[in-house]
């Protein structure tokens, strides 16, 4: 229950609801109470001796006794209604401010946290967590709430009318909560099996429909099949066994709340031959006991809910109490456009003891182009996570205008940064909302779209399109091809018309024609700001301001390409290399 105690904030921030929940409880359980001792006393009227009742009389007193139980009735479903709208709506209203809280929080956390966790556990927690957290504070503590005001009132009444006869009477109870407990743990581990299967079912077949076409072209349909089939037949099973096991919940209810009748009618009965009680007293008790069974019964259902609840609630926290490596504490401006420099960064990944970049230093000005170029692992694509601030350097510093990058504001930093990465990512939205979204203006116009796009060399291949910039992207831009995922995400980052431009690796599925025609549309705006190339083809930068060289997270070489050449060192070895593998290339035979 501690891991609970995090969301008392949100039952104090809507404290009047709540608190108007409780007093609906009290009101609806009031008048649920009166109805069986009206009912006793109408009953003992009924059976006096001194009441001379002739057929009108009987009749005018069961239109009564009918007409007060129906108001009784519809005071206390009435009451009951507004009981419901009050505090299940408060949890709605809980679990809405929980989800909000969860999903700033992941848009807080940095970097880091997403590569330690996985994507499918992250929506776990916001949806199926949360709702958890919702029942507990729903239907949780409204059952709570409803079992102890309705046991308080319910009793009193029976001690009232007899205190051995209310001994005898509720003894079953105790049993019947811990039978419906044991069959709820047993409901409980079974459901979180059947959802495991459900879970994995569901993932087998996201990943057969998001990779047909391997599976078409391996041709393995029928392994995926079966592999389905096995699944939804252990799913089918352990939905079977949750079957037989609810099938006992019902049955057992009904059988200790007949035992209880039968109490309250046999001992009863003996009180009301010793003259202790009436005939109408045991009719209230019988409904008392009726009153009470579910109030009871759901202790089991209640306890399975809390406990659930406050697993989720711990996985929840182990999140929200979790704080970012990246802090945005700053508040000053970013001066983006006197260029940005690293001075001796060295750079480790966290949990790792690798270094990935050792002393790195270099710069780059608004209308300079710099271009790192190096084998797979060199550290390119870390120089571009810690230019984005995805992560803070280890040692030395990244500067803009001779001041650390940690002492700018970050979100007025990176609102003058563009990034393109190797992996491109594009919404299931049309081409021109993915084209928007890399801005924050709403004054965007048709002609700044296709010059962006006819920068990037995309704009023919849209018009080609029915719908033109109104076609819509399947799943991360499934109906576009590589090449032409690549050249949209680089005229969106174009569209926001950054001061620093970094693209990582981001031509690699395009051919070395195309590769010219791109890299001759960005330099006609690239006065404008700093480009950064991150590459590891010749053919991308050799028109560079600078290039320097990686080597295991360090500079070996740099210079222009011209000078590089002439160095006769490893960069001169990359471009012989890749001019001989293109030779092969134009002339297979």
Known sequence: MKSLRYINKYFLKYKWRFLLGIIFTVVSNYFGVQMPAYFSEAINQFQSPS???????????????????????????????????????????????????????????DQSFYKQNATGDLMNRISEDVGLVRMYAGPGMMYTINLAVSFILIVSKMISISPSLTLFVLLPLPIMSVLIYKVSSTMNKISLEVQKEQSFLSTLAQESFSGIRIIKAYQREEQTSQKISDSAERYKKQSMRLVLVNAFFSPTIIFLIGLSSMIAIYYGGLLTFEKKIKTGDIVAFIMYITNLTWPFASLGWISS?????????????????????????????????????????????????SVILKNLSFEVKPGETLAVIGATGSGKTTICNLISRYYDVGLGQITVADQSLENFSLKHYRNQLAVVPQDVFLFSDSIENNLKFG????????????????????????????????????????????????????????????KLLVLDDCLSAVDTETEEIILNGLQKTADQ?????????????????????????????????????????????????????????????
């Not at 009987?58 to 007060?68: F, M, N, R, T, Y």
């Not at 419901?84 to 929980?98: A, H, K, N, P, Y």
């Not at 609840?309 to 109490?321: T, V």
């Not at 700053?330 to 940005?340: D, R, S, V």
Request: net charge neutral; aromatic share 8%; proline share 2%.
């Open 51 to 109: 009441n001379h009742l002739n057929t009108t009389n009987v009749l005018w007193l069961a239109l009564e006794l009918g007409a007060v139980y129906m108001a009784f009735s519809i005071l206390k479903g009435f009451f009951l209604f507004l009981m419901r709208q009050t505090i299940i709506v408060m949890s709605r209203f809980i679990e809405f401010d929980l989800k909000q809280e969860i999903y700033g929080q992941y848009q807080n956390l």
């Open 305 to 353: 809910i809390i406990q659930r609840a406050a697993a989720s609630q711990q996985r929840i926290n182990e999140f929200l109490l979790k704080k970012p490596n990246i802090k945005d504490e700053a508040t000053a401006t970013c001066p983006l456009e006197n260029g940005i420099s690293f001075e001796k960064v060295s750079f480790n990944y966290p949990n790792s003891s």
């Open 439 to 498: 801005t924050e203006r709403t004054d965007v116009t048709s002609a700044e779209l296709q010059e962006v796009c006819s920068q990037a060399h995309v704009l023919h291949n849209i018009e080609n399109f029915q719908d033109g910039f109104q076609t819509i992207l399947g799943e991360r831009g499934v109906n576009l091809s590589g090449g032409q995922k690549q050249r949209l995400s680089i005229a969106r980052a174009l569209l926001r018309k950054p």
């Open 529 to 589: 700001r700093a480009t950064i190339i991150v590459s590891h083809r010749i053919s991308s930068i050799r028109n560079a301001t600078k290039i320097i060289v990686l080597e295991a997270g360090e500079i070996i070489e740099s210079g222009t390409h011209e000078q590089l050449l002439t160095k006769k060192g490893a960069y001169f070895e990359m471009y012989q290399f890749q001019l001989e593998k293109e030779k092969q290339d134009s002339n297979p035979l």
